[in-house]
């Protein structure tokens, strides 16, 4: 808490003093979701289907000045597991954002810390995929971002991005090395060029550094032990330690062009340069230690296009993009995305909507191990209808379709879920002169 309040402190001294309008931000919100699954777990043979209630106050609060704005919000997630009771959590989200504005010079501070269930995020790009139980996940991230007008045409930016990703295993937990702690590095430099109204340009370079470890995971092997003349297999019991880092450089151009004033469409293509570094320790007692180390040097693609189309009856939007990415599989995933998102408004109340994305998330591990390799697809199918009863209250009803498949295992799960929302945002607006 006191970081927040120095954080307000130093924003509101960057005020101007002077009589100009002052709003102060204040947005509570409140969401209740039922929710029907027939394969929560995502398992090629599932055992049962679930009923999850969620319980989601929050509120967004800060203020609004002519050239700089700060806005802090906490979500409370209450997720309750009808009939699994051991499967409930409490997610608590907080962000901070700080934004300001000058003649030349913009900059964009944002941090979030979050505890939220592993069952509602291995599915993500930097997950690992697994879903079969419920494992705390703490996430800390900061990412200050600085944009500079070198002339009228031309700007500067410069990121920096941290995350730091752990989990709360238990020391009987099924493929922990799934849930692998990592942090992730990266700082960015951009710059851009306006060429006309309706086009520009930008070259931009990064480097990123990666840091996963899992440590004492349990183990067992058989061994032929003699008793006399006779060969007998024992089964004994190790643990086993992964770790891997690795750099990565990354280069790529791209281009923003307006079409007209409904359609803008954007791209942007490099290569990446990615050294690897994977370790591998396994013990057993009374036996010799085994240590594995392997490195490696790989050149890539990225990339990224996005098409949006905007009018008075909806929007369309459609993406696609390769990257390399942090995950908590143990290792880096290089994550190929396909994506259609669309809303079209039936009356002034009523909307319906439309989401697709398929997933190709490749392992970067330069181990050969079933337990680190969590390459996959992943495809979802969403269509949604949201009806505006009141100006403060949402009722949303969706379906979902997923479809996993883990090529190493050459194993496919497919799960459906129901979802109906109801939302509640009083509208509230606060000035100070």
């Avoid at 102060?24 to 919100?29: A, E, S, T, V």
């Avoid at 979050?114 to 997950?127: A, K, P, R, V, Y």
């Avoid at 990064?206 to 032990?225: C, D, H, K, R, W």
């Amino acid at each position: 808490m006191s970081i927040k309040k120095d954080l307000l402190v130093t924003a509101m001294a960057l005020c101007p003093a002077s009589g100009h309008a002052l709003e102060l931000l204040l947005q509570p919100d409140f969401r209740l979701k039922e929710r029907y699954e027939d394969n929560l777990r995502m398992q090629s043979k599932p055992r049962r289907d679930n009923w999850i209630s969620t319980v989601s106050p929050s509120l967004t609060f800060g203020y609004l000045a002519d050239n700089n704005e700060l806005k802090s919000s906490f979500r409370w997630n209450e997720l309750i597991y009808h009939g699994e009771s051991e499967l409930d959590f409490s997610e608590k989200i907080a962000d901070i954002n700080h934004l300001f504005k000058g003649e030349r010079f913009k900059s964009d501070v944002s941090a979030n810390y979050s505890e939220e269930s592993s069952i509602n995020t291995q599915l993500d790009l930097t997950g690992s995929g697994d879903v079969q139980t419920q494992v705390p996940k703490t996430t800390r991230s900061i990412a200050p971002n600085f944009s500079f007008n070198l002339t009228e045409k031309d700007t500067l930016q410069l990121g920096f991005a941290y995350v730091d990703v752990a989990f709360n295993r238990k020391p009987n937990l099924t493929n922990p090395i799934r849930y692998s702690d990592y942090d992730n590095t990266q700082y960015s430099a951009t710059v851009a060029h306006v060429f006309t109204e309706q086009f520009s340009a930008n070259l931009t370079a990064s480097y990123a550094e990666f840091s996963s470890g899992n440590g004492n995971i349990p183990i067992e092997t058989q061994i032929l032990v003699s008793n006399g003349s006779t060969l007998i297999p024992v089964t004994i019991s190790g643990k086993q330690a992964y770790a891997q880092t690795s750099q990565t450089l990354t280069y790529q151009a791209g281009m923003q062009y307006s079409v007209n004033e409904t359609t803008q469409i954007a791209l942007s293509a490099g290569l990446r340069n990615t050294d690897t570094q994977s370790s591998s320790v396994t013990r057993f007692p009374d036996f010799p230690t085994n240590s594995t180390v392997q490195s490696s040097s790989t050149i890539g693609h990225v990339f990224s296009a996005n098409l949006l189309h905007a009018e008075e009856w909806g929007n369309l939007n459609l993406s696609a993009g390769q990257q390399l990415n942090p995950a908590s599989s143990g290792t880096q995933q290089q994550s190929t995305t396909f994506g259609l998102r669309s809303k079209y408004n039936l009356t002034e109340r009523l909307s319906t909507g439309f989401n697709a994305n398929y997933l190709i998330s490749e392992s970067q591990s330069t181990l050969s191990s079933a337990n680190t390799n969590t390459s996959r697809t992943f495809l979802t199918i969403s269509p949604n209808l949201r009806w505006r009863w009141t100006e403060d209250i949402d009722l949303d009803l969706s379906y979902t379709y997923r479809d996993r498949t883990y090529e190493s295992l050459n194993q496919t799960s497919i799960g459906n879920s129901i979802q109906l929302q109801f939302s509640y945002q009083p509208q509230i607006n606060r000035q100070v002169k």
